[in-house]
């Protein structure tokens, strides 16, 4: 059976900063998205250890404890537009 993005739930279930300039994201299916870290201004300011300290909302939402911003799965996909289409 053929399963599209938007029939699929996609989950975060991690975020993970040990790769050098990324940002890598476990999903609840297995699969892993690595992002450089230089998209995310706000994120690439703060130092590794801030960086971990993050809440994963709804299974889709990111907030981090020392940033203003929230991100989305769909930012570290590169369809920041789409999120709002759920």
Not at 10 to 16: D, G, S, V
Not at 24 to 34: H, Y
Not at 62 to 77: G, I, K, R
């Amino acid at each position: 059976m053929k399963t599209t993005l938007k029939d699929a739930t996609i989950c975060i279930e991690k975020l993970n900063f040990d790769i050098a300039g990324k940002i890598s994201l476990k999903l609840e299916d297995g699969r892993i998205i690595i992002v450089p870290i230089k998209y995310f201004p706000d994120l690439q300011k703060l130092p590794v250890e801030k960086r971990k300290k993050y809440t994963i909302v709804d299974d889709r939402t990111v907030l981090f404890l020392y940033s203003d911003s929230v991100y989305h799965l769909e930012d570290f996909m590169g369809l920041e537009n789409k999120w709002r289409e759920r």
